[in-house]
C-alpha cells in the first residue's frame, strides 16, 4: 500500500532539527506547560516523545493546530511561535521508545521568514 503522507512543511525536517532543540505546549484549559526535545525518529517528521500518564495526551488529537513555543539551537536568537499542526499520535510498542507516545508534528509557517 502507498504512503498517502504529503509534506506540507516548507523546510525540510533537518533543517528544523538544526534551528530548533525543543517545544513547549501550553494548552489553555491546563495550568501546565509541557516541554519536549524535538526528535528526527519518525519516517513522517518530527516528533516528541509523551509518557502515557502525560495529561498533555488527552487534551490532544491528530489534525489540531495549536501555537507552540520553539526554542531555538542558537542562545543568540529569541524562542519562536510557529503554527504547527499534530499529524499523529502513536504508541511505540515494541521499538527503542516501547510505551511512550509519539507525537507527530508539522510545522505550518514558512521558517525562512523567521531568520
Request: aromatic share 10%; glycine share 6%.
Amino acid at each position: 500500500m502507498e504512503d498517502s503522507f504529503t509534506e506540507r512543511r516548507s523546510k525540510p525536517r533537518s533543517i528544523i532539527i538544526d534551528q530548533y532543540h525543543s517545544v513547549e505546549f501550553s494548552i489553555s484549559e491546563s495550568a501546565f506547560a509541557y516541554q519536549f526535545k524535538i526528535w528526527d525518529i519518525s519516517p513522517k517528521g518530527i516528533c516528541v516523545l509523551v509518557m502515557e500518564d502525560s495529561g498533555l495526551l488527552n487534551r490532544l488529537k491528530a489534525g489540531d493546530i495549536l501555537n507552540l513555543k520553539y526554542y531555538t539551537t542558537n542562545s543568540s536568537r529569541p524562542i519562536e511561535y510557529l503554527e504547527t499542526e499534530i499529524r499523529d499520535i502513536a504508541k511505540d510498542e515494541n521499538g527503542r521508545f516501547k510505551g511512550l507516545y509519539l507525537v507527530g508534528l508539522s510545522i505550518l509557517e514558512d521558517l525562512s521568514s523567521n531568520q
